[in-house]
Structure formats: C-alpha cells, structure tokens
C-alpha cells in the first residue's frame, strides 16, 4: 500500500528503551515547563498533582507516537489525575471527560492489538469526517447545556474540549493519522481555559 493509505510504524529499540525514553523526556519537559511558568511569573504556587498530571500526560504521548500499546494504562494513570485536578478548579466538563477516558482506555488498548500485531495506521475519508464532526458537535452541544447548568466554570470552552477529546481519542484509537489535527485544535482552547482558571502548568 501506499504511504497515503497506510503509515508502517518504526519502532527498532525494546518497549522499556521506549518507556525509560518517555520517562527521561517526561522529566525534563515538566521540568522546564515549570521553570519557564516560574520565570515568568505564571506560576505562583507548586501543586504536586498538576505536576504528576502533567509528566504523565507528557509520557503517554511519546509512547503514543512511537505506537507503544503501553502509553494506554499510563495515559489512564494521567487522566485520573486530572479529573481529581479539574474538579479541584471547578471545570466540570474536563473533569467529565477525564473520568470517562480514565475507563474508555481500554477500549484503545484493545483495539490496538500487541505492539508486534499493530492496528495500521491510515487516514480519514470524507464520509469518515462528516460522521464524526456531526456526532461530535452534537455532543458539545448536550456538554455544554450540562455545565452551564451545574455552574461549570468557562463552560463554552471546556465543553470543547470535552467534546473534542472524545473526538480526537476515538480517532486516535482506531489509529487515524488526522487525531493529531484534532489535538491541535482541542489544545487550543485548553490553553486558554486552563490558563484562565489558574493552571498555568498544564496549559503551558
């Protein structure tokens, strides 16, 4: 096939290489992530559990672009803490989200398959996208009359962020090369909602 239908992964080191890897990059980008925060004068306070939420966070994801089926239970590990971190900050729908996916995860780890029988990795077809976008957007909509409701703190974003979460980690679940646009635009309203309510380490 061609690269255009299917991506063939490269994943030539051991899956502890890969994990002591995620581990060593995790440190050091929280690290300096909070440095940079403190330098600037973002960040006024330490929370521990923002700080495990977001070295977590940071190790799941270099797991998961080298396709190591072991980024999921570290991710449900991740997304655990910022449910608990969420709450704390009153933003409702990101605690919802994050609750949802601490358990969804394991419908990713078994849709990956093992790392050595992989699921390929292919692209969205334009009928993929208006299922999708449609069923998402209906989903921000039911969110985002949910936490205007209970009180939610920045509503209309957090709402989209849920709502893009789910979107994007199905796709990335079913290993469709385009979750990444997804991320990218659902991190764009994160960085605003997050910074907003005072958790300056996870929106940076």
């Keep these: 096939m061609s690269f255009s239908t299917t991506i063939v992964p490269r994943r030539e080191q051991g899956v502890t290489a890969n994990i002591l890897q995620g581990v060593a990059i995790g440190i050091v980008l929280t690290a300096l992530s909070y440095a ?21 966070s940071y190790v799941c994801t270099f797991l998961c672009v080298l396709e190591r089926r072991i980024n999921y239970p570290i ?26 996916l601490a358990v969804y995860l394991v419908y990713g780890w078994l849709r990956w398959k093992s790392d050595t029988d992989t699921r390929p990795v292919t692209r969205m077809s334009f009928k993929d996208w208006v299922l999708h976008l449609v069923v998402a957007g209906t989903g921000y909509l039911i969110i985002v009359g949910l936490a205007t409701a209970f009180g939610g703190s920045l509503a209309w974003t957090d709402s989209v962020i849920f709502a893009g979460t789910v979107l994007a980690q199905f796709m990335l679940d079913n290993k469709k090369l385009e979750n990444w646009i997804i991320w990218a635009l659902v991190n764009v309203f994160a960085i605003y909602t997050y910074a907003t309510a005072g958790l300056t380490l996870v929106a940076f």
């Design 75 to 100: 991710g449900a590990i991740s997304t655990a803490a910022y449910c608990v971190l969420f709450y704390q900050y009153g933003l409702l729908a990101s605690t919802a989200i994050n609750a949802f």
């Design 36 to 56: 940079v925060g403190l330098g600037a004068g973002w960040i006024t306070s330490l929370s521990w559990l923002e700080v495990f939420a977001v070295f977590t």
